[in-house]
């Protein structure tokens, strides 16, 4: 099931406002061109902000995304006519021949479970055309990213045009190994509702990675820095093995 973030109304109505700083999406939109991707799947697209910024250069672009929250508003966005949005995941995708296929932000570490995880690999392979290109981000975790997601490091307060004052914050509540579950909290002013949003992520290493790549029959061409988060995150550039 989505996190509460994702799949309340509320809540989805408010993700891009208070996440506007979407710098990583330009360093995607780099390897759409890089790759001459003419047909590019979204994968966890969310929002669709990457995928309606592919469609109004031109490209065509299937995403998908198991929170109808979020694809609600993804639909509203300029754009979002020329995107083929489907809800689930990339387990229940339609027959597809995709040149790239993309899982941008933490969509790569909500899969907790390695048989999940081997199950999603395995839906987006299906989904790509010979050769096809797999590309990802995951937070190393040897830079202990959540060690900086308290209240004191995360507080805002946005003034979110049509919705008013939204004070917002994140708590981790639980490290157990590779497992990392926190809870972002919002307080809005217009009514004094407090609602919460509780999600875990899963820190893999390089090799853990690369590891399961080549289960799900791809090959790990290499491994980038991330542009916007240099030192902290692996990009890891996949290709269909036959």
Known sequence: MPDPIFADPRLAAIYDPLDPGRGDLDAYAA???EFGARQVLDVGCGTGSFACLLARRGVEVVGVDPAGASLDVARGKPGADRVRWILGDATTLPP???DLAVMTGNVAQVFLADEEWAATLAGIRDALRPAGVLVFETRDPARRAWEEWDRARTYAVTDVLGVGVVESWCDVLEVAGPLVTFRQTYVFASD??????????????????ERSLRGAGFGCREVRDAPDRPGRELVF???KVD
Request: no cysteine; proline share 0%; hydrophobic share 45%.
């Open 192 to 209: 004094g509702a407090v609602l919460t949003s509780d999600s875990t992520l899963r820190f893999r290493g390089r090799e853990e990675v």
């Open 96 to 98: 597809l021949k995709a």
């Open 31 to 33: 390897l759409v061109d």
């Open 237 to 239: 550039v996949a290709n």
